[in-house]
């Protein structure tokens, strides 16, 4: 399963679920890096299709629900917002000039 952390507050969402350090000088952009998050052991990833400063966080399906209901918990306290598939795959990237291969442009 994939959970994607997205937006400017997603370092203090992610800060106190982990003890990794997010700084940019120990997980820098384009980066990934196994970690523990919630007591989920999982592959982040310094990556954002939105356009924002944020995470993908691979996990195993079965930890999903685990991981997605700790950053939720945590995301409270940030005003994190639920944003599904469609929203970042045809809003938020649109708004960051971000193409799509397929959608945008082809070899066509």
Request: with cysteine.
């Amino acid at each position: 399963a994939v959970l994607a952390l997205n937006g400017p507050n997603s370092p203090a969402v992610l800060a106190p679920l982990t003890n990794t350090s997010l700084d940019s000088t120990s997980f820098p952009p384009g980066t990934a890096q196994q970690i523990k998050v919630a007591g989920v052991h999982l592959l982040a990833l310094r990556v954002s299709f939105a356009g924002e400063l944020g995470w993908e966080l691979h996990c195993p399906a079965g930890e999903a629900v685990m991981l997605h209901a700790a950053l939720t918990s945590e995301g409270r306290h940030h005003a994190m917002q639920p944003a599904g598939y469609f929203a970042l795959l045809n809003s938020l990237r649109v708004e960051k000039g971000f193409v799509h291969y397929g959608a945008d442009i082809s070899t066509a």
